[in-house]
């Protein structure tokens, strides 16, 4: 079955760092889109960035550059979210997903991962 | 930005009945229009691209259409499982979601 399996929850204080994970399963990793997607609470869907696991080529939307890093490792058919020190306003849900290759939208969701930042 | 407003928040329904969902794009997206399925605890799921293509595996009642910048998602005979939350997505560029629309049981 071709899913994308991301972490589990996290509970974190301000000014922590924080890696998630996203693994692919079930279709070939390195030709495909990898992305995260985040909603904050009462909020909507955005896109924070994606990652060509072949090269490793990353882009980020304009309002995540420096705020977050993703990565990718092929060997193990995996994507990262890392925050370097998180904010209260860093709390919500963050989705893997793979992007379809002719538009950003999502072709495969991961079932998303609760981050929780609070003092 | 490109604003997408969905209407209505929630929507209710009987099972058997139509559903029919509308998303509104703030300017012209052409279209760049993709629509999801979310249930709680699950992934969402792709339903709809281009406007009206559906992708893999999604049954025949469920359809998108448009005109202008005014797109619908209909659901004819509502299933049980069909309950859930709607998201309307324009991918030009980074792209946007709305809102969403919650089908709920009538």
């Known amino acids: 079955e071709v899913q994308l399996v991301q972490s589990g929850g996290e509970v974190k204080r301000p000014g922590e760092s924080l890696t998630i994970s996203c693994k692919a399963v079930?279709?070939?990793?390195?030709?495909?889109?990898i992305g995260w997607l985040r909603q904050m609470p009462g909020e909507g869907l955005e896109w924070m960035g994606i990652?060509?696991?072949?090269?490793?080529?990353?882009r980020y939307r304009p309002s995540f550059e420096g705020r977050v890093t993703i990565s990718a490792d092929k060997s193990s058919n995996t994507a990262y979210l890392h925050w370097t020190s998180l904010k209260a306003s860093d709390t919500g849900m963050y989705f893997c997903?793979?992007?379809?290759?002719?538009?950003?939208?999502?072709?495969?969701w991961g079932q998303g991962t609760l981050v929780t930042v609070s003092s | 930005e490109i604003v997408m407003t969905q209407s209505p928040a929630t929507l209710s329904v009987s099972p058997g009945e139509r559903a029919t969902l509308s998303c509104r794009a703030s300017q012209s997206i052409s279209t760049n229009l993709a629509w999801y399925q979310h249930k709680p605890g699950q992934a969402p799921r792709l339903l709809i691209y281009?406007?009206?293509t559906r992708a893999a595996g999604i049954p025949a009642r469920f359809s998108g259409s448009a005109s202008g910048t005014e797109f619908t998602l209909t659901i004819t005979s509502l299933q049980s499982e069909d309950f859930a939350l709607y998201y309307c997505?324009?991918?030009?560029?980074?792209?946007?979601f709305g809102q969403g629309t919650k089908v709920e049981m009538k």
């Open positions: 281009g406007v009206s």
């Open positions: 997903a793979r992007r379809h290759h002719s538009g950003a939208f999502v072709v495969i």
């Open positions: 079930g279709f070939s990793f390195t030709n495909y889109w």
């Open positions: 990652i060509y696991p072949d090269d490793s080529d990353t």
């Open positions: 997505q324009q991918y030009n560029d980074w792209g946007t």
